[in-house]
């Protein structure tokens, strides 16, 4: 798929709203604003937007613990998202999901999921429906690379290869399952091999490169969609926070995440490149950065401004209450 | 017109009714087709005892073999279903529940809640439970208590044909997931059902037998015996109202703490083992709510504390029985404080 001026500045545009987005809840956390678990995508924004510019609001996906960027990318509300991991009765899940939850169907957004390899068989089922209805529909199911050695992840693999289904694994690697090093916990010298022993189709890519991500989703998506079935694709990048906020990350050796973000940073290399051969001026992709910010301030100011849920919600939105 | 069928011809007119009716139902699970693949006849097993048995020739592709992967499938199942179609997935025996409850009630007990009402997952797991065929621990349980713990999750066990299928008709219809127990010891009782489709609502208990002396509150296969204890107490003068739970979520308060307070008198005979059960449950129901009207401390006839063993002569005493639960009903008929 060419990639339009439209699709560059757009592409930009989602990634720095995820960088935003992610930003400002690390700021809004550390302050003692937000309650619970919340696993930040920051530095991963190219993994998804690239995959998901090849995506309609039909397709499904299905994300992961650190699920806020894959949400931004597939088009659910920012200020909704906000505003449900505020916990309010205008999130996304009506303050009954928060950060670690939020979906949303009608965007075809699955839900983050708080079980490590919860997504990949759901996004069989996914692609299985489009498969029956016969639709061009595809499902892509985001695992990290600790969800790799899950046993619904092999399952789901062989499951898609056995059915020949329009399914797209992508496993965002960024080197550790919580505080557990990729090398240490993947008995495999790689993924994509793993994938070709399933029988299908895999790539590995830089995943800070949102043109490299792009390339391998174009491939991968256009396959399922022509019934050519699932494939997979190892997206290598970093994280720029820890596990989950308030991670002192020890574990990672000093100057890691700054040296990935000071050298290979996926919106400076995307800026980089664009501006040198796109056409795209720099002051253009200012423009974006002021109107993400003022989305994500407004975001924040409106969940911190919007009502709690009515307490007696809490019976709600299931079929019985003993 | 009503005919007799089994309750696995019942069941297998159900799936097929609703299957005809309605094309976002389809069917999966291993060998639910039986012989994808390999080079002798498609639905040759139609599933492990041939409840799907000629599914496959009228509905071709939406019956789907599975390899034997259940966290896979029944996820995949739960994610269809939150996709636009009605999957009905087999898990042969309930005991598998082991390596795919995370999909089960992690997830699609969750959706509708967790997602703030904006999801719906019109998912059925139909699933084998119960001893009696020498199918030893870990094919033999009756875990639907696990399940009926679960918030979300609904859970239904038929024990006549007219029931199996009018109940596996609305769980194919409702829009949460439905947990569709199956006696392996009842797939060959008969009864009257009609050749029409019919629902039969989930939450209603079904008063199998009245009675004003000694309430028996049973589900599943120990219904049956129940209703034989019931018989041969007649004979000795002890009336038993029999009552079969037909769904254990949403449970029918009412009409247990009704029989509970025309007898005063309470049997809960449940197959499963004692601890933190369906009868537990009722017990404490009726002790909560039925309280005055207790003439006799509630007796639990139940299975012991132990897996389930594979000899006939440990099975036999593993399962309550007519003879177990009839003494249970004279001694809370007589009792005096």
Not at chain 2, 76 to 95: H, I, N, Q, T
Not at chain 2, 169 to 177: F, G
Not at chain 2, 198 to 222: C, H, K, Q, T, W
Not at chain 2, 273 to 296: G, K, M, V, W
């Amino acid at each position: 798929m060419a990639l339009t001026k439209d699709d560059l500045l757009k592409a930009y545009r989602l990634m720095r709203t995820i960088r935003e987005f992610e930003e400002r809840v690390h700021v809004e956390f550390a302050a003692g604003e937000i309650e619970g678990f919340v696993h930040l995508y920051a530095g991963e924004e190219a993994c998804a937007v690239g995959v998901m510019l090849h995506l309609t609001k039909a397709d499904r996906i299905a994300s992961t613990h650190r699920g806020h960027g894959h949400c931004i990318a597939k088009g659910v509300d920012v200020p909704a998202m906000m505003a449900e991991i505020y916990g309010r009765a205008t999130g996304s899940c009506r303050g009954k999901g928060g950060s670690m939850h939020i979906a949303d169907l009608d965007a075809g957004m699955m839900g983050a999921n708080g079980i490590v390899g919860g997504g990949p068989p759901l996004i069989c089922g996914a692609a299985l429906a489009a498969k029956v209805q016969g639709t061009r529909q595809v499902g892509v199911a985001f695992i990290g690379d600790g969800a790799s050695n899950q046993g619904t992840t092999f399952e789901s693999m062989n499951l898609a290869t056995v059915w020949g289904l329009p399914a797209i694994f992508v496993a965002e690697n960024n080197g550790y399952a919580e505080a557990t090093a990729a090398d240490y916990h993947i008995g495999a010298s790689s993924l994509a091999d793993r994938a070709e022993g399933f029988g299908m189709p895999a790539a590995t890519v830089d995943g800070h490169d949102f043109f490299a991500v792009h390339q391998a989703a174009d491939e991968a998506i256009r396959r399922a969609r022509a019934g050519g079935g699932p494939s997979f694709i190892e997206c290598q990048v970093n994280r720029y926070y820890g596990h989950y906020e308030g991670d002192a990350q020890t574990y990672r050796p000093p100057g890691e995440a700054e040296a990935a973000r000071a050298n290979h940073d996926c919106l400076d290399m995307f800026a980089g490149r664009v501006t040198k051969s796109a056409g795209i001026e720099r002051e253009e992709l200012d423009d974006i950065d002021r109107a993400v910010a003022a989305l994500i301030d407004g975001s924040v100011s409106s969940a911190k401004a919007d009502p709690a849920p009515a307490a007696a919600d809490y019976l709600t939105d299931v079929y019985v209450d003993y | 017109m009503a005919r007799t069928l089994t309750i696995l011809q019942a069941i297998n007119e159900a799936l097929d009714q609703e299957m005809a009716r309605d094309s976002s139902v389809i069917v999966m699970g291993e060998d639910v087709v039986g012989g994808s693949g390999a080079e002798g006849e498609m639905d040759a097993w139609g599933g492990p005892l041939g409840v799907t048995k000629g599914l496959y020739g009228k509905y071709g592709d939406r019956m789907l073999d599975t390899p034997i992967t259940e966290s896979a499938f029944i996820g995949a199942a739960v994610g269809a279903a939150a996709s636009g179609l009605r999957p009905v997935a087999e898990l042969m025996f309930s005991d598998f529940v082991g390596v795919c409850f995370d999909q089960i009630y992690n997830q699609a007990a969750k959706f509708r809640y967790m997602f703030g009402g904006r999801a719906e997952t019109p998912v059925v797991v139909r699933t084998m439970y119960g001893a009696g065929l020498r199918a030893a621990a870990q094919h033999s349980q009756s875990p639907y208590s696990i399940f009926t713990h679960v918030p979300g999750l609904k859970c239904v066990m038929p024990v006549t044909p007219y029931d199996a299928k009018g109940l596996l008709i609305q769980a194919i219809r409702d829009n949460d997931p439905v947990i569709f127990f199956e006696h392996k010891g009842l797939y060959e009782t008969e009864g009257e059902v009609p050749e029409q489709s019919y629902s039969i609502p989930f939450g209603e208990a079904n008063v199998v037998r009245e009675g004003n002396d000694v309430s028996i509150i049973s589900l599943g296969l120990m219904v049956h015996r129940s209703l034989e204890a019931a018989e041969t107490l007649a004979g000795e003068g002890i009336q038993c109202e029999v009552v079969d739970l037909r769904t254990t979520s949403p449970l029918d308060e009412d009409t247990v703490l009704e029989s509970a307070e025309n007898t005063g008198r309470v049997v809960v005979v449940d197959e499963a083992p004692p601890r933190c059960s369906i009868a537990t449950d009722i017990s404490a129901l009726i002790a909560q709510h039925a309280f005055d009207a207790l003439e006799a401390p509630i007796s639990l006839v139940t299975a012991p504390h132990t897996p389930v063993p594979f000899a006939g002569v440990l099975e036999d005493q593993y399962m309550p029985d007519a003879t177990r639960i009839a003494a249970a009903v004279r001694s809370v008929a007589g009792y005096a404080p």
